[in-house]
């Protein structure tokens, strides 16, 4: 019962809370905060007690809630973002408004990790929709504010699609469960996927998020590569855990997307691009090994913001050729350093760690071709590694467009990726160190021998609005043949 | 029987959104949708018993048509029908013969529920087509009106919501019938909202406004039947809950004081006849049993009132007094104006006898002294000067009107036969000499004194201020 | 089935209209007409058992309606009804910059 209370006051704190700076707009930088910490420690408390709750809050038609271990890892990840992109925001001039979106958005991504069934689960997202529509178009700008349109049309559109399928689930289960998708036909659990795919920008459904998060401001798009397109992903996961047939779909689409972001992020010229075509990679890691998922889910989420964060509030520009002419300071070059390695899997690092554990649950058919694609994230972040980094005169110019909370921002998710490492520590053997280590030079060989040569721009004709839309018919026909394919064995 | 009265429901709605796909054929349709109404409103009155329509099951929707809800019907499809017909040349277009036609179908709906909850749908579809209509040029002080109005009703509304499910608490069921065992506070908020919404007493203050800013054709369809579908559910809960018929007899005759009063000492046409109106709802609830008849005779004086005075040269009754009108259109007025006043051949004379025959005792003088007010006020119309003179409109805009003149004023000849047992001597003397004491109240005090009344209360934060005051009273009225 | 078929066609229209229509607005009028079928679907699913309100009455039984899905559906009206307010609120700030509301000129003007 106590827990009961504990966890319902944690998901609702964060709307009290974003509601309370609208009353009082004075504190809402530490409303903020203590919201996020909030979460900080129940999440910490989740990971320590290894206990699973589970909830059924009225009667069997209510919402459920699953919490455990897998759901605190995704929690800690969304709560140290929000932090971190707090701690970011804290000298600049933004208003109570941004604040209390931020927190609204860190707490109906709050929802959407620990609800397990469907229909909690489309309101939770929808909220998160609305909150990061807002977000996106904070700057009130002509572009902005299509970026945020387009976001919330492709998502809202998906959402459509999800509920129609949520609705065959309850036909053929009277509940909204999870693991009513047992019983579903194969049309329910392809439109659910659909939703959800779209949502968390897997694969060719997720499309929609280059534009978004690159365009967005910095601290958004950091927030929302760390933590909101996780709560899209998170119900998968959590889908192919409970349901037996799922495990290998979410598997196989986990396995493209880690190569077609990697592709993408390769050949990317503009930093914010990359890293959010990057982002569509790493979420195919996450996918790729459903057992393992959180861990590698809280290491993305802190590198990737970390970057975020420091491409967009600290570099000098956001075009890799001009970043290669000019020389960038040494301590803001080391952030995007410890942040690149970690993703790419170097040792010492928590993304060695997560990568490790990852490829250890592989199935037989996905090894060889996930391998190609930690190879294929090595390139992409050897752009970053390999920048020119120098002490100069212009370089304190440069500091001072350096974003003020920036500092404080990234040594807490530097920090947090290090004592990450805590959670798997015996991933440090000798054969995992040297096949990371290989990977990485094999990876950085790669990059010197193909980039220096190659000048190939992919087409972006997939990322127009209609064709995202268009995508997902196919998506939905290929899911269908899938799941179809799948239950008729 | 049943089929047919579902067609009748749902026909303008299907109308209205056909006139979207087929554009051309906008007034057709929209016509086709009152002859529908009207003739449906014909076989009602045919049919020996009511009709009672329990849709689904006991939590469904519930109608009741019977010729009460017959004459309310009837009124809509003539007034609809006349205010299409005066639109017939004008150059409006589709979207607004479209609302036309969906602001008839929901007051018809209105007109036939018997729950709250449907009666509630009804009314808030007709709010937003009546917006939209009053909206329809465009303009700042159109869009303020239509705004200010769905405001009011929409704030309305919500008090109503608020009493129809504690009458559900208390009977598990949104049927008008329920009232009878609802607690005080459900009936006072109920109340509430219905007043509001048919522009009745203090509450229906919003009205002067919003009926003279509109068009002519909107002001008429809002003054003849809109508000109706208002006062429609308070007649109808008056006959079926014994209790309540008091409190309405009560608001009755205190709004056709207070409307009469002040549209006797009003300046301007149109705001003149909107306090009209305001005093003329008084008459159909005073008294609730023959309110039907009322409501038709009204309906289609105002709207054709309203038609006229969009055709007089100025708005101004000093200005008036100045231009002379041309004497066709004078007739026009005199005929609606005497019609009013209560004056035999005319339909009013009948439904202003059956009312004053069906008052209790202590109704008699106020609701007297009101008939004088209205004779009064409409003498303001009848000594206007005419003369023989061409038109200024284009002569097919003035088709249009004539031929709604001719359905109205036609329709008020026609309903003499009604309460045809009305022309006794005794009752042909009785309102020939309250109009000759208006008249000499007129030419000797009203046409020089000039008062002019703060519209303070017309203000939009005192509107909304005012309906707490009348749940106050409105609570207090049912609980004693 | 016959129904269901209608109401899946809605669906798919609104989803046609999407991908098709040029204009912003209209992108959005399609959406609401995609959720439109959406919402029928539940209540269509809801109502195959019967029409009538499940509360006991007396001891006869009849054929009721689930109130589940319907319930549920309300959230996801009242989520599509903002979700779309805000969405012409953001069409009705582009278009004063963009006045046909193209959604092709609008994503030419605005992508990097």
């Given at each position: 019962?106590?827990?009961?209370?504990?966890?319902?006051g944690?998901?609702?704190?964060?709307?009290?809370?974003?509601?309370?700076?609208y009353l009082?707009?004075?504190?809402?930088?530490?409303?903020?905060l203590?919201?996020a910490?909030?979460?900080?420690?129940?999440?910490?408390?989740l990971?320590?007690?290894?206990?699973?709750?589970?909830?059924?809050?009225?009667?069997n038609?209510?919402?459920?809630?699953?919490?455990?271990e897998?759901?605190?890892?995704?929690?800690?990840?969304?709560?140290?973002?929000a932090?971190?992109?707090?701690?970011?925001?804290?000298r600049?001039?933004?208003?109570?408004?941004f604040?209390?979106q931020?927190?609204?958005?860190?707490?109906?991504?709050?929802?959407a990790?620990?609800?397990?069934?469907f229909?909690?689960?489309?309101?939770a997202?929808?909220?998160?929709?609305?909150?990061?529509?807002?977000?996106?178009?904070?700057?009130?700008?002509?572009?902005?504010?299509?970026?945020a349109?387009?976001?919330?049309?492709?998502?809202n559109?998906?959402?459509?699609?999800?509920?129609?399928?949520?609705?065959?689930?309850?036909?053929?289960?009277?509940?909204?469960?999870?693991?009513?998708?047992?019983?579903?036909p194969?049309?329910?659990?392809?439109?659910i996927?659909?939703g959800?795919?779209v949502?968390?920008?897997v694969?060719?459904?997720?499309?929609?998020?280059?534009?978004t998060?690159?365009?967005?401001e910095?601290?958004?798009?950091?927030?929302?590569?760390?933590?909101v397109?996780?709560?899209?992903?998170?119900?998968?996961?959590?889908?192919?855990?409970?349901v037996?047939?799922?495990?290998?779909?979410?598997?196989?689409?986990?396995?493209?997307?880690?190569?077609?972001g990697?592709?993408?992020?390769?050949?990317?010229?503009?930093t914010?691009?990359?890293?959010?075509?990057?982002?569509i990679?790493?979420?195919?890691?996450?996918?790729?090994?459903?057992?393992?998922?959180?861990?590698?889910?809280?290491?993305?989420?802190?590198?990737?913001?970390?970057l975020f964060?420091?491409?967009?509030?600290?570099?000098?520009?956001?075009?890799?050729?001009?970043?290669?002419?000019?020389?960038?300071d040494?301590?803001?070059?080391?952030?995007?350093?410890?942040?690149?390695?970690?993703?790419?899997?170097?040792?010492l690092?928590?993304?060695?760690?997560?990568?490790?554990?990852?490829t250890?649950?592989?199935?037989?058919?996905?090894?060889i071709?996930?391998?190609?694609?930690?190879?294929?994230?090595?390139?992409?972040?050897?752009?970053?590694?390999?920048?020119?980094?120098r002490?100069?005169?212009?370089?304190?110019?440069?500091?001072?467009?350096?974003?003020?909370?920036f500092?404080?921002?990234?040594?807490?998710?530097?920090?947090?990726?290090?004592?990450?490492?805590?959670?798997?520590?015996?991933?440090?053997?000798?054969?995992?160190?040297?096949?990371?280590?290989?990977t990485i030079?094999?990876g950085?060989?790669?990059?010197?021998?193909?980039?220096q040569r190659?000048?190939?721009?992919l087409?972006?004709?997939?990322e127009?609005?209609?064709?995202?839309?268009?995508?997902?018919?196919?998506?939905?026909?290929?899911?269908?043949?899938?799941?179809?394919?799948?239950?008729g064995i | 029987?049943?089929?047919?009265?579902?067609?009748?429901?749902?026909?303008?709605?299907?109308?209205?959104?056909?006139?979207?796909?087929?554009?051309?054929?906008?007034?057709?349709?929209?016509l086709?949708g009152?002859?529908?109404?009207?003739?449906?409103?014909?076989?009602?009155?045919?049919?020996?018993?009511?009709i009672?329509?329990?849709?689904?099951?006991?939590?469904?929707?519930?109608l009741?048509?019977?010729?009460?809800?017959?004459?309310?019907?009837?009124?809509?499809?003539?007034?609809?029908?006349?205010?299409?017909?005066?639109?017939?040349?004008?150059?409006?277009?589709?979207?607004?013969?479209?609302?036309?036609i969906?602001?008839?179908?929901?007051?018809?709906?209105?007109?036939?529920?018997t729950?709250?909850?449907?009666?509630?749908?009804?009314?808030?579809?007709?709010?937003?087509?009546a917006?939209?209509?009053?909206?329809?040029?465009?303009?700042?002080?159109s869009?303020?009106?239509?705004l200010?109005?769905?405001?009011?009703?929409?704030?309305a509304m919500?008090?109503?919501?608020?009493?129809?499910?504690?009458?559900?608490?208390?009977?598990?069921?949104f049927?008008?019938?329920?009232?009878?065992?609802?607690?005080?506070?459900a009936?006072?908020?109920?109340?509430?909202?219905?007043l509001?919404?048919?522009g009745?007493?203090?509450?229906?203050?919003?009205?002067?406004l919003?009926?003279?800013?509109?068009?002519?054709?909107?002001?008429a369809?809002?003054?003849?039947?809109?508000?109706?579908?208002?006062?429609?559910?308070?007649?109808r809960?008056?006959?079926?809950?014994?209790?309540?018929?008091?409190?309405v007899r009560?608001?009755?005759v205190?709004?056709?004081?207070?409307?009469?009063f002040?549209?006797?000492?009003e300046k301007?046409?149109?705001?003149?006849?909107?306090?009209?109106?305001?005093?003329?709802l008084?008459?159909?609830?005073?008294?609730?049993v023959?309110?039907?008849f009322?409501?038709l005779?009204?309906?289609l004086?105002?709207?054709?009132?309203?038609l006229?005075?969009?055709?007089?040269p100025?708005r101004?009754?000093?200005?008036l007094q100045?231009?002379p009108?041309?004497t066709?259109?004078?007739?026009?007025l005199?005929?609606?104006?005497?019609?009013?006043?209560?004056?035999?051949?005319?339909?009013?004379?009948?439904?202003?006898?059956?009312?004053?025959?069906?008052?209790?005792?202590?109704q008699?003088?106020?609701?007297?002294v009101?008939?004088?007010?209205t004779?009064?006020?409409f003498?303001?119309?009848?000594?206007?000067?005419?003369?023989?003179?061409?038109?200024?409109?284009?002569?097919?805009?003035?088709?249009?009107?004539?031929?709604?003149?001719?359905?109205?004023?036609?329709?008020?000849?026609?309903?003499?036969?009604?309460?045809?047992?009305?022309?006794?001597?005794?009752n042909?003397?009785?309102?020939?000499?309250?109009?000759?004491?208006?008249?000499?109240?007129?030419?000797?005090?009203?046409k020089?004194?000039?008062v002019k009344?703060?519209?303070?209360?017309?203000?939009?934060?005192?509107?909304?201020?005012v309906?707490?005051?009348?749940?106050?009273?409105?609570f207090?009225?049912v609980l004693? | 089935?016959?129904?269901?078929?209608?109401?899946l066609?809605?669906?798919?229209?609104?989803?046609?209209?999407?991908?098709?229509?040029?204009?912003?607005?209209?992108k959005?009028?399609?959406?609401?007409?995609?959720?439109?079928?959406?919402i029928?679907?539940?209540?269509?699913?809801?109502?195959?058992?019967?029409?009538?309100?499940?509360?006991?009455?007396?001891?006869?039984?009849?054929a009721?309606?689930?109130?589940v899905?319907?319930?549920?559906?309300?959230?996801?009206?009242?989520?599509?009804?903002?979700?779309?307010?805000?969405?012409?609120?953001?069409?009705?700030?582009?278009?004063?910059?963009?006045?046909?509301?193209?959604?092709?000129?609008?994503?030419?003007?605005?992508?990097?």
């Amino acid at each position: 019962m106590n827990n009961l209370i504990f966890t319902i006051g944690w998901i609702v704190l964060p709307f009290c809370l974003g509601f309370g700076i609208y009353l009082i707009p004075k504190l809402h930088k530490f409303f903020a905060l203590f919201g996020a910490i909030v979460s900080v420690g129940y999440a910490l408390q989740l990971l320590v007690s290894k206990k699973t709750f589970v909830f059924e809050l009225l009667d069997n038609f209510g919402v459920t809630l699953i919490l455990d271990e897998l759901s605190g890892y995704f929690i800690l990840t969304n709560a140290l973002v929000a932090v971190a992109v707090i701690l970011y925001c804290w000298r600049t001039e933004k208003t109570a408004f941004f604040y209390a979106q931020t927190l609204i958005l860190h707490g109906s991504v709050n929802a959407a990790f620990a609800c397990a069934d469907f229909i909690s689960l489309y309101v939770a997202l929808e909220v998160s929709g609305i909150a990061a529509f807002l977000l996106v178009a904070y700057p009130r700008t002509d572009r902005s504010i299509w970026v945020a349109l387009r976001y919330l049309f492709v998502s809202n559109v998906a959402m459509l699609f999800y509920l129609i399928g949520a609705v065959l689930v309850y036909k053929s289960n009277h509940s909204f469960h999870f693991d009513g998708l047992v019983n579903a036909p194969p049309e329910a659990v392809a439109l659910i996927f659909l939703g959800l795919l779209v949502k968390g920008g897997v694969f060719v459904s997720g499309l929609w998020l280059p534009l978004t998060h690159s365009e967005a401001e910095t601290p958004v798009s950091a927030m929302l590569s760390g933590a909101v397109v996780k709560a899209g992903v998170y119900p998968l996961v959590r889908c192919a855990l409970m349901v037996e047939a799922l495990d290998p779909v979410v598997r196989v689409f986990g396995v493209g997307a880690a190569l077609i972001g990697a592709f993408y992020a390769f050949f990317e010229r503009d930093t914010k691009r990359m890293l959010a075509l990057s982002t569509i990679s790493q979420l195919g890691w996450i996918l790729a090994a459903p057992q393992v998922a959180g861990l590698y889910a809280l290491t993305h989420g802190l590198g990737k913001s970390a970057l975020f964060l420091t491409a967009g509030g600290a570099f000098p520009s956001r075009n890799f050729q001009e970043l290669q002419q000019r020389s960038i300071d040494p301590r803001i070059w080391m952030v995007a350093l410890v942040a690149s390695l970690s993703i790419s899997g170097f040792p010492l690092l928590s993304g060695f760690a997560a990568k490790a554990l990852t490829t250890d649950r592989l199935l037989p058919w996905q090894d060889i071709i996930m391998n190609v694609g930690a190879v294929g994230t090595a390139m992409v972040y050897a752009k970053f590694i390999f920048l020119p980094h120098r002490q100069q005169e212009q370089a304190s110019e440069d500091r001072k467009n350096v974003a003020p909370g920036f500092s404080m921002a990234a040594i807490f998710l530097l920090v947090g990726l290090i004592a990450a490492n805590g959670f798997y520590i015996q991933a440090y053997t000798v054969g995992k160190i040297g096949k990371a280590i290989a990977t990485i030079v094999l990876g950085w060989l790669a990059y010197f021998a193909i980039t220096q040569r190659v000048e190939f721009k992919l087409p972006r004709a997939l990322e127009q609005f209609e064709h995202l839309i268009g995508v997902m018919s196919l998506m939905l026909i290929v899911l269908f043949w899938m799941v179809w394919a799948r239950s008729g064995i | 029987m049943n089929d047919l009265s579902i067609a009748w429901v749902t026909a303008p709605f299907f109308l209205g959104f056909l006139i979207f796909l087929v554009p051309k054929l906008d007034r057709v349709l929209a016509l086709l949708g009152a002859l529908v109404s009207c003739s449906y409103a014909v076989w009602v009155f045919l049919q020996p018993s009511p009709i009672d329509l329990q849709l689904l099951d006991r939590f469904g929707v519930t109608l009741t048509i019977d010729a009460l809800s017959g004459y309310f019907i009837l009124t809509n499809a003539l007034v609809t029908a006349a205010v299409i017909f005066y639109c017939w040349q004008t150059d409006k277009t589709a979207f607004f013969y479209a609302q036309t036609i969906i602001i008839h179908g929901s007051i018809n709906a209105a007109f036939a529920s018997t729950d709250f909850i449907s009666l509630y749908v009804a009314l808030e579809v007709s709010g937003i087509a009546a917006f939209l209509l009053i909206a329809y040029p465009r303009s700042d002080r159109s869009i303020w009106v239509g705004l200010r109005y769905l405001c009011v009703s929409n704030v309305a509304m919500l008090f109503y919501l608020v009493g129809a499910v504690l009458v559900y608490q208390a009977t598990h069921s949104f049927n008008f019938a329920g009232l009878d065992a609802a607690p005080p506070e459900a009936i006072a908020l109920i109340f509430m909202g219905l007043l509001v919404k048919g522009g009745i007493f203090v509450s229906g203050l919003w009205l002067p406004l919003t009926h003279s800013e509109s068009e002519a054709p909107v002001s008429a369809l809002l003054s003849g039947v809109v508000v109706k579908a208002g006062v429609y559910p308070l007649v109808r809960c008056a006959l079926m809950v014994e209790e309540v018929n008091p409190i309405v007899r009560l608001f009755g005759v205190g709004t056709a004081l207070l409307g009469v009063f002040y549209a006797v000492f009003e300046k301007d046409t149109k705001r003149m006849l909107a306090f009209h109106t305001i005093s003329q709802l008084g008459f159909i609830l005073a008294a609730p049993v023959v309110g039907g008849f009322y409501a038709l005779t009204h309906g289609l004086v105002k709207s054709a009132l309203f038609l006229i005075s969009s055709k007089l040269p100025s708005r101004n009754f000093k200005e008036l007094q100045k231009q002379p009108i041309s004497t066709p259109i004078w007739i026009a007025l005199v005929i609606a104006s005497f019609s009013i006043s209560g004056f035999p051949m005319l339909a009013g004379f009948g439904a202003k006898v059956l009312t004053t025959k069906n008052l209790l005792p202590w109704q008699v003088i106020g609701m007297n002294v009101a008939a004088l007010g209205t004779a009064i006020s409409f003498a303001k119309f009848i000594f206007l000067p005419h003369q023989r003179s061409e038109p200024r409109d284009n002569p097919s805009t003035m088709r249009g009107f004539w031929l709604a003149m001719v359905v109205l004023l036609g329709g008020l000849i026609a309903a003499n036969s009604v309460y045809y047992q009305a022309y006794t001597l005794k009752n042909i003397i009785k309102p020939l000499v309250t109009i000759g004491l208006g008249w000499l109240a007129y030419w000797f005090i009203f046409k020089r004194v000039t008062v002019k009344f703060p519209r303070a209360i017309e203000r939009f934060d005192h509107l909304v201020g005012v309906m707490s005051l009348m749940s106050i009273v409105l609570f207090w009225l049912v609980l004693t | 089935m016959f129904l269901e078929a209608c109401v899946l066609a809605t669906t798919l229209c609104g989803f046609f209209g999407i991908v098709l229509k040029k204009n912003l607005v209209m992108k959005i009028v399609a959406m609401d007409v995609m959720s439109t079928g959406v919402i029928a679907y539940y209540v269509l699913i809801a109502s195959r058992d019967g029409l009538f309100t499940p509360i006991l009455d007396g001891d006869q039984t009849v054929a009721y309606a689930d109130p589940v899905p319907q319930a549920v559906i309300l959230t996801a009206i009242v989520i599509g009804f903002s979700i779309q307010a805000l969405m012409l609120v953001a069409v009705m700030k582009l278009s004063r910059d963009n006045p046909t509301l193209e959604s092709h000129e609008i994503e030419k003007n605005n992508t990097p």
